[in-house]
């Protein structure tokens, strides 16, 4: 096992690996974390339009406008922190292990500009990912962090990664989250199976891979949330090859009939054309012309570079049904593309 801290835990039996923080960062206090994870869940909800109450988690209004008074007495808040239901969230520093390779370094799953995830063991046992966030004293980066872990613990589905815990320490935060030994789908898009076939192609694992990302879809729009990143890196596979959708880094509520977006977001190959015009109001139909792209690349086993998607061979690749549908989510415009609802029943019929 690899631990973060420098810590000797009994039986760790390989080199101690720290994490280093950014200049002059420290740990941000676990009350005060949770004061802060109870008023970002607050503000979403509120954007929302939804009620915080105990159901989802959230502070009520007159404890969110009493946040700087209640930061002077942490520790009471905290004993408090069970009725809003953060407190069972919360997972002790001590009991994540993070699993190192044969050379004593800690086991990468991925990498992005401000947070990498590590393979850990919690209480020694059960198996998780934790995505570990650089905060230090960037206030940007501690929001990115606080708001993720909300909206994690938010939206719970079969077909969207699993939240397990939080943990704030050393100038990090950590969100514990189901491991999916599978991987990714775009590392794996090219393998084949014994046969010589795609072990991912439509015809073999990919139009079931295709329905449970549609279903992942369809749950965050019907939840008034538009994921904004979907795309073969982050569809994740379980051991069986059960398919998720993971990072919602860039989610966002739908606070009324459109989004309003300053410049691109999202990954440029997979970016629907109204954001790259700098349009300020899009709606969740980025995220149709993202699984597009997506299930275009299911079929073809190409990556989507824009402007260089070819034909789908038909019926080689997939069927003429399938590559109709793709080009449906890839229409200009967005109100011509089909709703999240209209793709399930679609790809159920073609199972």
């Not at 869940?41 to 915080?52: I, S, V």
């Not at 309003?260 to 970016?271: A, K, N, Q």
Request: with cysteine; net charge neutral; charged share 20%.
């Amino acid at each position: 096992m690899w631990f973060p801290d420098g810590r000797d835990y009994p039986g760790a039996g390989r080199p101690v690996v720290l994490l280093k923080g950014g200049p002059g960062a420290g740990p941000m206090d676990i009350a005060d974390a949770n004061i802060n994870l109870n008023a970002v869940l607050y503000r979403k909800k509120a954007a929302a339009g939804t009620a915080a109450g105990s159901s989802g988690g959230g502070l009520s209004a007159g404890a969110v406008a009493g946040i700087a008074v209640a930061a002077a007495s942490a520790q009471s808040l905290l004993s408090q922190l069970p009725t809003y239901g953060w407190q069972r969230c919360l997972v002790d520093y001590a009991a994540i292990q993070f699993v190192g390779d044969g050379d004593g370094q800690p086991v990468v799953l991925g990498e992005g500009a401000s947070a990498t995830v590590y393979q850990v063991l919690l209480n020694g046992v059960e198996p998780h990912a934790a995505k570990v966030f650089r905060l230090g004293s960037d206030p940007r980066a501690q929001l990115d962090f606080l708001e993720e872990a909300s909206l994690l613990r938010l939206l719970r589905h079969r077909s969207v990664v699993g939240f397990a815990g939080v943990c704030v320490a050393r100038g990090h935060g950590i969100i514990l989250m189901e491991l999916m030994e599978g991987g990714d789908l775009r590392s794996r898009n090219a393998e084949v199976d014994e046969w010589g076939l795609r072990r991912f192609g439509w015809y073999q694992r990919g139009k079931t891979v295709a329905l449970d990302i549609a279903t992942a879809m369809h749950y965050l729009h019907s939840s008034s949330y538009t994921h904004f990143d979907i795309k073969s890196r982050n569809v994740l596979l379980s051991r069986d090859l059960t398919a998720k959708l993971a990072d919602v880094g860039f989610t966002r509520a739908m606070r009324t009939t459109h989004h309003s977006v300053e410049g691109p977001i999202g990954t440029l190959d997979y970016m629907a054309p109204e954001l790259l015009l700098n349009n300020s109001k899009c709606t969740n139909a980025v995220d149709t012309y993202s699984f597009g792209c997506l299930l275009h690349e299911i079929c073809t086993g190409k990556y989507p570079s824009r402007g260089c998607l070819r034909d789908i061979h038909v019926p080689l690749e997939a069927p003429a049904e399938v590559a109709a549908l793709v080009a449906a989510c890839l229409q200009e415009d967005p109100a011509r593309r089909p709703t999240a609802r209209q793709l399930v029943q679609a790809l159920m019929d073609l199972q």
